[in-house]
T-cell receptor, first 112, second 115 residues
């Protein structure tokens, strides 16, 4: 069964620094891969989605992710962190029709 | 569209009481999901529906939890009797089978505290 692994439960960066959040998928190439963001006391919001149309996917708020088959990875990046990016980020992969399996999440902390 | 609506946003109850959580999916969406989020277990899928029928409830404790979807615009998750270990944030999400296959839209969640 498909699964995703997120390395690092917490990532701390300074405002203006590069953000890199890691996600690896488990086995065969999935048709889709997702990044969701959860701000404090809110539900999950779709950040971006890979659909095999392009390996580099641009999402909201300046985030992007690159699908790398050779590394079974779909890492999330942002060139310059803002204080407002502080949130928890989840990688997800389909696990049956319309069903998603989520990673354990990475909490991004941004310091001034 | 108003998005996925959940009520109540917060619920505090005592052990042994019945709790009912409510969800209104995005209009026209034909899949509805109930998740539970805790610090220890992360985000867990409890049950999901397609066109009001249960597709998979393997993640739901059957002895005390029940989920229903009486119509396309309303679902409930009931816990009876509630226990302190049920304390968590419960999310409802919905999706539509079209070009946005597998993209789920989440509600704001219900924070449940069982004393």
């Amino acid at each position: 069964a498909q699964s995703v692994t997120q390395l690092g439960s917490h990532v701390s960066v300074s405002e203006g620094a590069l953000v890199l959040l890691r996600c690896n998928y488990s086995s065969s190439v999935p048709p889709y891969l997702f990044w969701y963001v959860q701000y404090p006391n809110q539900g999950l919001q779709l950040l971006l989605k890979y659909t095999s149309a392009a390996t580099l996917v641009k999402g909201i708020n300046g985030f992007e992710a690159e699908f790398k088959k050779s590394e079974t990875s779909f890492h999330l990046t942002k060139p310059s962190a803002h204080m407002s990016d502080a949130a928890e980020y989840f990688c997800a992969v389909p696990a049956g029709f319309q069903k998603l399996v989520f990673g354990t999440g990475t909490r991004l902390l941004v310091s001034p | 569209d108003a998005g996925v609506i959940q009520s109540p946003r917060h619920e505090v109850t005592e052990m042994g009481q019945e709790v009912t959580l409510r969800c209104k999916p995005i209009s026209g969406h034909d899949y509805l999901f109930w998740y539970r989020q805790t610090m220890m277990q992360g985000l867990e899928l409890l049950v999901y529906f397609n066109n009001k029928a249960v597709m998979d409830d393997s993640g739901m404790p059957k002895d005390r939890f029940s989920a229903k979807m009486p119509n396309a615009s309303f679902s409930t998750l009931k816990i009876q009797p509630s226990e302190p270990r049920d304390s968590a944030v419960y999310f409802c999400a919905s999706s539509l089978v079209d070009r946005e296959t597998d993209t789920q839209y989440f509600g704001p969640g219900t924070r449940l505290t069982v004393l």
